[in-house]
Nanobody
Framework: QVQLVESGGGSVEIGDSLRLSCAAS????????VAWFRQAQGKEREFVAA??????TYRNSVKGRFTISRDNAKNMIYLQMNNLKPEDTAVYYC??????????????????WGQGTQVTVSS
Protein backbone atom coordinates (compact mmCIF):
# COMPACT_ATOMS: atom_id res chain seq x y z
CA GLN A 1 0.00 0.00 0.00
CA VAL A 2 1.12 3.51 -0.81
CA GLN A 3 -0.40 6.54 0.84
CA LEU A 4 -0.11 9.93 -0.86
CA VAL A 5 -0.89 13.22 0.86
CA GLU A 6 -0.84 16.51 -1.02
CA SER A 7 -0.25 19.93 0.48
CA GLY A 8 0.59 23.45 -0.62
CA GLY A 9 -2.60 24.48 -2.34
CA GLY A 10 -4.22 27.83 -1.76
CA SER A 11 -5.72 30.96 -3.24
CA VAL A 12 -3.42 33.15 -5.30
CA GLU A 13 -3.63 35.87 -7.91
CA ILE A 14 -2.82 35.74 -11.61
CA GLY A 15 0.91 35.46 -12.18
CA ASP A 16 1.70 34.12 -8.72
CA SER A 17 3.52 30.89 -7.95
CA LEU A 18 2.76 27.90 -5.78
CA ARG A 19 4.61 24.72 -4.99
CA LEU A 20 2.55 21.64 -4.34
CA SER A 21 4.01 18.80 -2.34
CA CYS A 22 3.01 15.16 -2.14
CA ALA A 23 4.29 12.99 0.67
CA ALA A 24 4.41 9.26 0.00
CA SER A 25 4.42 6.64 2.73
CA UNK A 26 4.05 2.91 3.00
CA UNK A 27 6.66 2.12 0.35
CA UNK A 28 9.66 3.80 -1.17
CA UNK A 29 8.45 5.03 -4.55
CA UNK A 30 11.83 5.90 -6.03
CA UNK A 31 11.23 3.62 -9.02
CA UNK A 32 7.58 4.55 -9.50
CA UNK A 33 6.12 6.80 -12.12
CA VAL A 34 4.73 9.83 -10.31
CA ALA A 35 2.27 12.32 -11.69
CA TRP A 36 0.00 15.27 -11.05
CA PHE A 37 -3.55 15.50 -12.31
CA ARG A 38 -6.16 18.17 -11.77
CA GLN A 39 -9.91 18.45 -11.86
CA ALA A 40 -11.75 21.71 -12.24
CA GLN A 41 -15.30 22.00 -10.97
CA GLY A 42 -17.70 20.44 -13.43
CA LYS A 43 -14.94 19.05 -15.61
CA GLU A 44 -13.17 15.75 -16.00
CA ARG A 45 -9.87 15.07 -14.35
CA GLU A 46 -6.93 15.88 -16.62
CA PHE A 47 -3.26 15.03 -16.76
CA VAL A 48 -0.81 17.76 -15.77
CA ALA A 49 2.67 16.27 -15.50
CA ALA A 50 4.52 13.02 -14.88
CA UNK A 51 8.01 11.71 -14.47
CA UNK A 52 9.94 8.62 -13.55
CA UNK A 53 13.65 9.16 -12.89
CA UNK A 54 14.27 12.55 -14.48
CA UNK A 55 12.79 15.13 -16.80
CA UNK A 56 9.06 15.29 -17.16
CA THR A 57 6.10 15.02 -19.45
CA TYR A 58 3.57 17.88 -19.42
CA ARG A 59 0.27 18.85 -20.88
CA ASN A 60 0.74 21.63 -23.41
CA SER A 61 -1.02 24.32 -21.44
CA VAL A 62 1.44 24.11 -18.52
CA LYS A 63 4.70 23.62 -20.43
CA GLY A 64 7.22 26.27 -19.46
CA ARG A 65 5.22 27.22 -16.36
CA PHE A 66 5.03 24.01 -14.29
CA THR A 67 7.85 21.73 -13.22
CA ILE A 68 7.47 18.29 -11.69
CA SER A 69 10.25 17.00 -9.46
CA ARG A 70 10.90 14.43 -6.79
CA ASP A 71 13.12 13.89 -3.79
CA ASN A 72 13.64 10.17 -3.47
CA ALA A 73 15.45 10.47 -0.17
CA LYS A 74 12.34 12.07 1.32
CA ASN A 75 9.81 10.09 -0.73
CA MET A 76 8.35 13.38 -1.91
CA ILE A 77 6.87 14.62 -5.17
CA TYR A 78 6.57 18.31 -6.07
CA LEU A 79 4.85 20.49 -8.61
CA GLN A 80 6.26 23.99 -8.98
CA MET A 81 3.65 26.19 -10.63
CA ASN A 82 4.65 29.60 -11.95
CA ASN A 83 2.74 32.32 -13.75
CA LEU A 84 -0.56 30.87 -12.62
CA LYS A 85 -3.69 31.58 -14.63
CA PRO A 86 -7.38 31.37 -13.72
CA GLU A 87 -7.70 28.27 -15.91
CA ASP A 88 -5.26 26.51 -13.55
CA THR A 89 -7.92 26.61 -10.84
CA ALA A 90 -8.68 23.03 -9.84
CA VAL A 91 -8.17 20.34 -7.26
CA TYR A 92 -4.71 18.89 -7.82
CA TYR A 93 -4.00 15.23 -7.17
CA CYS A 94 -0.73 13.36 -7.06
CA UNK A 95 -0.57 9.79 -8.28
CA UNK A 96 1.95 6.98 -8.43
CA UNK A 97 2.31 3.69 -10.21
CA UNK A 98 5.00 1.04 -10.30
CA UNK A 99 4.65 -0.19 -13.87
CA UNK A 100 3.40 2.40 -16.36
CA UNK A 101 5.21 2.89 -19.65
CA UNK A 102 5.90 6.36 -21.03
CA UNK A 103 3.05 6.25 -23.51
CA UNK A 104 0.61 5.72 -20.63
CA UNK A 105 1.82 8.48 -18.33
CA UNK A 106 -1.06 10.74 -19.29
CA UNK A 107 -3.79 8.14 -19.16
CA UNK A 108 -2.74 5.73 -16.50
CA UNK A 109 -4.17 3.80 -14.83
CA UNK A 110 -2.35 4.83 -11.68
CA UNK A 111 -2.58 2.56 -8.67
CA UNK A 112 -2.22 5.18 -5.94
CA TRP A 113 -3.85 8.58 -5.53
CA GLY A 114 -3.83 11.36 -2.99
CA GLN A 115 -6.89 13.13 -1.67
CA GLY A 116 -6.25 16.37 -3.53
CA THR A 117 -5.43 19.97 -2.71
CA GLN A 118 -7.34 23.01 -4.00
CA VAL A 119 -5.64 25.66 -6.09
CA THR A 120 -7.61 28.81 -6.85
CA VAL A 121 -6.26 31.53 -9.12
CA SER A 122 -8.19 34.78 -9.21
CA SER A 123 -7.79 38.04 -11.06
Amino acid sequence: QVQLVESGGGSVEIGDSLRLSCAASGRNIRNYVVAWFRQAQGKEREFVAAMKWSGGTYRNSVKGRFTISRDNAKNMIYLQMNNLKPEDTAVYYCAADSSLIVSSYGSGPYDWWGQGTQVTVSS
